[in-house]
């Protein structure tokens, strides 16, 4: 007896469904919405961003230069947006940061890959983090994102790396971010 249920709940434990009742978890009673279960069809398997060359499997999006040349001939691989491409197509953008320092003109090299690695970081956290413009005019750095994460982000690596002051505004939209740095 004591058997079967260690046997039966070795098997259970796979499905976090079937285990519902005894995590807590409600059962889901809706019907299926064929919106949806289509949609995690589509998801499902590999894809790859026109956009920005992002490999997705199962989901989990990954950049791999090596990989994507050999994917990219493949016609059963989907072809899509990454979340975070789609956000800046869709012109989704919850955070700007200003960069204002005389700094930026003797270390742009070191600014703009500063900046790069905390968008590259950031994305690999969550993919919808994505820079959606970047404006810049001599001592000056415009950027927009696409979360307001990413912004801070940003924003909080300049102050770490440059030192200087660091300001954040939630606007009044409350979506939205305003990061401003300067030294
Ligand atoms: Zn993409």
């Given at each position: ?39 995690l069809l589509l998801e499902r398997g ?12 199962e ?125």
């Amino acid at each position: 007896m004591t058997k079967q249920i260690n046997a039966q709940s070795m098997v259970v434990k796979s499905s976090k469904k079937q285990r519902a009742p005894e995590i807590g978890h409600a059962q889901d009673r809706l019907y299926t919405d064929r919106r949806f279960t289509q949609k995690l069809l589509l998801e499902r398997g590999t894809s790859l961003c026109t956009r920005c060359g992002a490999i997705s499997v199962e989901k989990h999006w990954y950049i791999d230069e090596d990989k994507l040349k050999v994917l990219k001939k493949d016609p059963n691989v989907r072809q899509v947006l990454c979340p975070g491409c789609e956000r800046v197509e869709r012109h989704i953008y919850d955070g700007e940061v200003i960069l204002e320092s005389d700094l930026l003109l003797t270390n742009k090299d070191a600014a703009m890959g500063l900046i790069k690695h905390t968008e590259g970081k950031a994305w690999h956290d969550n993919p919808l983090s994505r820079i959606a413009s970047l404006t810049e005019n001599g001592k000056r750095i415009e950027i927009l994102t696409t979360t307001r994460w990413l912004a801070h982000r940003i924003g909080k690596q300049f102050y770490k790396s440059f030192k200087g002051a660091l300001e954040i505004k939630p606007s009044h939209r409350e979506k939205f971010v305003r990061v401003y740095w300067s030294r």
